[in-house]
């Protein structure tokens, strides 16, 4: 099996593997490290770096509530991913799209799968979001 194959496969497993914990702990972890700065580790928007920004904090914990309670998944994934929708200039919002597959081509060196397992991550992350809400 070559390496994009092996990639790619391992990307779907991740997707599949989702109702089962693994993608929520991925995702709890990559929220974790990437999005309690600012939306605080409950999800709440307290993170230790929100009062330094110009831009409220939305509370991730009511998405589902916010939308008649139904959680918003493809908004979600649309959001934290940040390349597929039309952005003001000096959006604070990082683009995790873009900031997963650059940091998977550098620390692996692989071109082609990086793009899968970078949709995967961003899936993980809106699966967790989807277990916090109230």
Wanted: charged fraction near 15%; proline fraction near 3%.
């Amino acid at each position: 099996m070559t390496r994009l194959n092996t990639t790619l496969a391992a990307a779907a497993a991740l997707a599949l593997s989702a109702g089962a914990g693994l993608a929520d702990d991925m995702g709890k972890q990559d929220f974790v490290e990437g999005c309690a700065g600012c939306h605080g580790e409950s999800g709440m928007g307290q993170g230790s770096l929100a009062e330094l920004l110009t831009v409220e904090m939305p509370d991730l914990t009511h998405l589902s509530a916010n939308n008649d309670g139904v959680f918003p998944m493809l908004e979600v994934i649309h959001i934290i991913d940040g390349r597929t929708q039309l952005r003001a200039h000096g959006d604070p919002m990082p683009i995790w799209g873009t900031v997963f597959k650059s940091r998977l081509m550098t620390e692996s060196g692989m071109m082609g799968g990086a793009e899968a397992l970078a949709r995967g991550r961003i899936l993980s992350i809106a699966y967790y979001l989807e277990s916090i809400q109230q």
